[in-house]
């Protein structure tokens, strides 16, 4: 981590400010191994180069396995000439609506960043790109992003996030907050260190569409009772089998009119399938959506609502689902009571 960073990171838990001791440099000036303290006395470690504001990933273990195992496969400069090349910028695009005067020279936030493939795209659009995480996912962006200094990757959780008040002028969570107990207390969370007039970007799952069907529920609570014998394997097999296989039959069965409806019905009810033209995102994204522990569904309207609850102006739909929203940090948002959760 740079140390310029120190002054937007704080202690999760009271809010006070954050001094550093060094323990290790790289020769970039970079910190490899020291400590962040608090007055009151609390200490956070920084191991290989990362601030460390939570101790376990908690119930997002399986990220940190699927992360390590597919740690670039979504990143633009893996994709260039293959079928899924321009799909992370144009997702990132499609959500935040985010024009590139508000990237560029600012200082943005990702709440759950995994191995970072929308870092990236902040990185390349000319912003300073913060990343927090609770799995080991954050050991993966590191690497990923070796020593960029206008980079930094912190483990903690997005329900007590380590940030200052109000310190970004922008902040997005993709795919995330129903991955934790309390989607709403993240959105609040999030509004909570945009500066007033800063942009907001939310994407959760949708209710009714592919994670909630009834196929994939099934499939994952076979996972997690599996699991417990067999690690990843039955879900590494599944998403294998799936995406090789399965999905590119089950595909093609659907363009003759007659089959249609009965692969649909396949697909909805009993077995995961992707249609996505590459066979790698297919293989990640099917074992995605098959081993969190925590999946909640919802809907435009709950989204939306947790926005203005959580202070937003503006509060909209973006283009590229009913539940991927942005909105304006309010005067209410920089200044939102610290979230309540769980230990
Ligand atoms: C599906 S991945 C999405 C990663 C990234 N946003 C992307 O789309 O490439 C969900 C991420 O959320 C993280 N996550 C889940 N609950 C979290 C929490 N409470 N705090 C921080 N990160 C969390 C997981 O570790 C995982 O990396």
Known sequence: MHPGFVDLLRCPVTQERLSLRVDRESSNGMVERGML??????EYPIIRGIPRFVSSERYAS????EWNRWPRAQFEAENIGRPMEGHTTRMFERITEAHPGRIDGKTIVEFGCGPGRFLDVVRRKGGIAVGVDMSQAVDVARRNFADDSNVLIVQGDVLRPPFARGVFDGGYSIGVLHHTPDPAAGVRALAGVIRQGGWIGVCVYTRGKF?????????????LRLKRSFGYGPALAYAWLSAGVISPVLQRLKRFAKLKRAVEHLEQ??????????RRWRFLDIFDAITPEIASTHDEEELLSWLGEAGCE??????????????????????????????
């Open 62 to 65: 399986s990220f940190g396995y």
């Open 37 to 42: 303290m608090t007055q009151s006395g609390r």
């Open 211 to 223: 994670y909630d069907y009834a196929s994939v529920k099934r499939v994952r609570e076979a996972h």
């Open 314 to 343: 503006d509060a909209r739909r973006t283009a590229f689902c009913a539940t991927s929203a942005t909105g304006t940090a309010g005067s209410a948002a920089g200044s939102a009571m610290p979230v309540q959760c769980a230990a």
């Open 269 to 278: 009810n009993w077995i995961v399938s992707l249609g996505l033209k590459d």
